[in-house]
């Protein structure tokens, strides 16, 4: 199992389409206060359908809390502004993925606390959904893996 961590998370519908990618892939997912959005929004809940009764979100004030609470062996910062491609890793069950807030992206005092990667885009391009770099990084992760945490 690995954990999803958003920091800061801003708009709703994106949560809700990662509950759902938590829910099927077995993932952890945990929310970094400030949320951008009330956890009954409508379209929190429209995004993750009736998925949110599988997935323990787990809401946290702020990143120190989440790590004193769970002491993860292994995070990873995604981010645009990482050198190193996101298949270039072996990853292990109990790894951490931590993903920025939208607008903005991580911030640097987080990521140069952790080995950060990205995903490859073209030159031009600012950054993907947050939801589908979320179920890129998670699913290859759970492919080295031999998903096994959901088989």
């Known amino acids: 199992?690995?954990?999803?961590?958003?920091?800061?998370?801003?708009?709703?519908?994106?949560?809700?389409?990662?509950?759902?990618?938590?829910?099927?892939?077995?993932?952890?997912?945990?929310?970094?206060?400030?949320?951008?959005?009330?956890?009954?929004?409508?379209?929190?809940?429209?995004?993750?359908?009736?998925?949110?009764?599988?997935?323990?979100?787990?809401?946290?004030?702020?990143?120190?809390?989440?790590?004193?609470?769970?002491?993860?062996?292994?995070?990873?910062?995604?981010s645009t502004k990482g050198l190193s491609n996101y298949d270039s890793y072996t990853y292990l069950p109990g790894d951490t993925f931590i993903f920025g807030p939208e607008t903005r992206g991580l911030p640097d005092k987080v990521r140069e606390q952790f080995e950060v990667i990205r995903i490859p885009m073209r030159a031009q391009s600012r950054s993907l959904n947050l939801a589908n770099a979320a179920a890129i990084v998670v699913y290859e992760a759970l492919r080295q893996t031999g998903f096994s945490s959901i088989r």
């Open 1 to 78: 199992m690995f954990n999803v961590v958003l920091f800061e998370p801003e708009i709703p519908p994106n949560t809700g389409n990662i509950i759902r990618l938590c829910a099927n892939s077995g993932c952890q997912l945990h929310l970094i206060e400030p949320l951008g959005f009330d956890m009954d929004d409508r379209l929190l809940r429209r995004a993750g359908l009736d998925y949110r009764e599988f997935v323990d979100v787990n809401i946290h004030a702020d990143l120190n809390t989440f790590l004193q609470k769970y002491e993860p062996t292994r995070v990873f910062a995604v």
